[in-house]
Nanobody, 115 residues
Framework: QVQLVESGGGLVQVGGSLRLSCVASGSIFSIGVMGWYRQAPGKQRELVAALTSGGNTNYADSVKGRFAISRDNAKKTVSLQMNSLKLEDTAVYYC?????????WGQGTQVTVSS
C-alpha cells in the first residue's frame, strides 16, 4: 500500500510564500505523474500543477509564473513552491501520485492566505 504524507501548509499573508512537500512511502516499483490539486470551500477540486516522470509540467493558468513544481525521484518526493500568494489561493492542497499505474491521494494540507 502506498501512502502519501504532505507537509508545509499554513497561514501566510498576501504576497508571501509557502513550500509544500509530499513524500510517498510503501512498496513502489515506479512513479509516474506527481502533482498537486486544491479544493476551496464550495468549489470542485482542481489541478494546480503536475510533473511527469519525463519532466513535462502542467500548471493551472491561475498559478503560472507564481508556483513551481519539482520532484526528487530518489526520495519519492514532490514539492510545490508557491510565491506571490493571493487570497484566492486559499484551499486544501492535495498531493496526487501515480505509482505502479495506480493513483494515490494525500490527506490534504490547508493553505490559508490572509490580508
Amino acid at each position: 500500500q502506498v501512502q502519501l504524507v504532505e507537509s508545509g501548509g499554513g497561514l501566510v499573508q498576501v504576497g508571501g510564500s509557502l513550500r509544500l512537500s509530499c513524500v510517498a512511502s510503501g512498496s513502489i516499483f515506479s512513479i509516474g505523474v506527481m502533482g498537486w490539486y486544491r479544493q476551496a470551500p464550495g468549489k470542485q477540486r482542481e489541478l494546480v500543477a503536475a510533473l511527469t516522470s519525463g519532466g513535462n509540467t502542467n500548471y493551472a493558468d491561475s498559478v503560472k509564473g507564481r508556483f513551481a513544481i519539482s520532484r526528487d525521484n530518489a526520495k519519492k518526493t514532490v514539492s510545490l513552491q508557491m510565491n506571490s500568494l493571493k487570497l484566492e489561493d486559499t484551499a486544501v492542497y492535495y498531493c496526487r501520485v501515480v505509482a505502479d499505474l495506480a493513483a494515490y491521494w494525500g490527506q490534504g494540507t490547508q493553505v490559508t492566505v490572509s490580508s
